[in-house]
Structure formats: structure tokens, C-alpha cells
């Protein structure tokens, strides 16, 4: 993936002006129900995308850039510090979070929609950066997930067989 998304959010933007696309820049539409996510991993060129919703009449593409902010580490130091960790094992979750302070105010992800047929169709680029705290936030809430007291794994229900 890109590192830097700055130069392709212009790229993008002058690709879909010039492919007579209208362009709305809305809000992320990854929690859609059910979006179908284009394969980024194997067809990482967003004309591809974009070209198949042109090819599919679509005249009208969503763009949204999400901007990386460092509040998103200190909500995840925070978590972190409700975690029964050994001592080691939080530093070293703290040096990976507090290594990524130094992409604040940097694109993080673009990500390009459209609807058809009430589906909405969703290209998403991220930077392998931002791929790595996703993981690592993750890992911190499983780490403070607790589970119900109140649940069984038969969900109440049990055999005196």
C-alpha cells in the first residue's frame, strides 16, 4: 500500500474530473450494511475501480479521506492502562501506539463508493501504518474485553446426562 496518500488523494481527485464522474465528498461508508468491498490486495489501481463503475452507468462517486489523528492513540493508550499486562508486554504496546504519533495529521485512508442496485460498492486504501494500529487496537480490546458473568457457553442451558 501507499505510504503517503497525499499524492494520490490529488491523483484520484484530477482522475475522476477528467473521467466525467461527479464527485461527492461525503463520510466513510464502510459501516454500510453489507457493502462488497473491491479487492485492493490484487487490484490495488483505483481507474480499475472506477472504470467498472462507469462501465455499470454510475455517474456519481463518494470520496472520503480519513485523516489520521493522535487522539486515536491516546483513546488506545487509555484502553491499554485498563489491561492486566506484565509490565514488558505494555511497554511495548506504548513504544508501537507511540511510535505511530508521528503520522498525526497525515491521510490515513481514501476510500471510494458507489451505489448500484441498493448496494453500495466500496474501494478502500489504507497505509500499511494505519493497518498496524487497527491491528494493534484490536489486540488491546480483546485485552479489556470481559465476558458476561451472567453467559454459559450453552447459552443457560445444560444436560444432567
Known amino acids: 500500500m501507499k505510504q503517503k496518500l497525499e499524492g494520490l488523494k490529488t491523483e484520484i481527485e484530477q482522475y475522476l474530473e ?12 464502510a459501516q454500510e450494511s453489507l457493502p462488497v468491498y473491491w479487492d485492493c490486495d490484487q487490484h490495488p489501481d483505483y481507474r480499475q475501480f472506477v472504470q467498472a463503475a ?12 480519513r485523516e489520521f489523528s493522535s487522539g486515536q492513540i491516546d483513546e488506545a493508550v ?12 505494555y511497554r511495548e504496546f506504548e513504544r508501537h501506539l507511540n511510535r505511530m504519533r508521528a503520522y498525526d495529521g497525515l491521510i490515513c485512508a481514501i476510500e ?21 494500529l487497527a491491528d494493534l487496537m484490536d489486540e488491546i480490546q480483546v485485552l479489556t474485553a470481559t465476558p458476561d458473568d451472567d453467559e454459559t457457553p ?6 444432567k446426562n
Do not use: N
Open 154 to 159: 450453552l447459552g443457560g442451558y445444560f444436560s
Open 54 to 65: 462507469r462501465a455499470a452507468g454510475v455517474k456519481l462517486i463518494v470520496f472520503h479521506q
Open 18 to 29: 477528467q473521467s466525467g464522474m461527479a464527485v461527492f465528498y461525503g463520510c466513510s461508508r
Open 78 to 89: 487509555e484502553q491499554l492502562e485498563g489491561c492486566d499486562l506484565p509490565a514488558e508486554d
Open 112 to 132: 471510494l463508493s458507489f451505489d448500484l442496485e441498493g448496494r453500495v460498492f466500496l474501494f478502500d486504501l489504507h497505509t500499511d501504518w494505519y493497518q498496524e
